[in-house]
Nanobody, 123 residues
Framework: VQLQASGGGLVQAGGSLRLSCAAS????????MGWFRQAPGKEREFVAA????????YYADSVKGRFTISRDKAKNTVYLQMNSLKSEDTAVYYC?????????????????WGKGTLVTVSS
């Protein structure tokens, strides 16, 4: 079982990036999916989550109004559209999956983490 994140890179402040997270199994289509990030010297923090149905989303206050999480069940893929990027968004971004939407948001996933993708925002 794998979660493969991609789409990171270098972007100027104010720019946009879209991250993708592809799940290796269709069973993840019923899981809540989320994004977390870890900046240099800081702890990993929650960014955004989408419920298994894709209807409900939740965001950290720091990204609300700038980032949008979505999922395409036909492609087993979750996206994070990041707009109006700031230097403080620089971090390694990780996707995650859990069968509990609330556990994913509150504590992070019980089992499933993807490898990170680096986002660097230059000021």
């Amino acid at each position: 079982v794998q979660l493969q994140a991609s789409g990171g890179g270098l972007v100027q402040a104010g720019g946009s990036l879209r991250l993708s997270c592809a799940a290796s199994e269709r069973t993840f289509n019923d899981f809540a999916m989320g994004w977390f990030r870890q900046a240099p010297g800081k702890e990993r923090e929650f960014v955004a989550a989408v419920s298994g149905s894709g209807i409900t989303t939740y965001y950290a206050d720091s990204v609300k109004g700038r980032f949008t999480i979505s999922r395409d069940k036909a492609k087993n893929t979750v996206y994070l559209q990041m707009n109006s990027l700031k230097s403080e968004d620089t971090a390694v971004y990780y996707c995650a999956a859990d069968d509990s939407y609330f556990r994913l948001i509150r504590w992070g996933p019980r089992d499933y983490w993807g490898k990170g993708t680096l986002v660097t925002v230059s000021s």
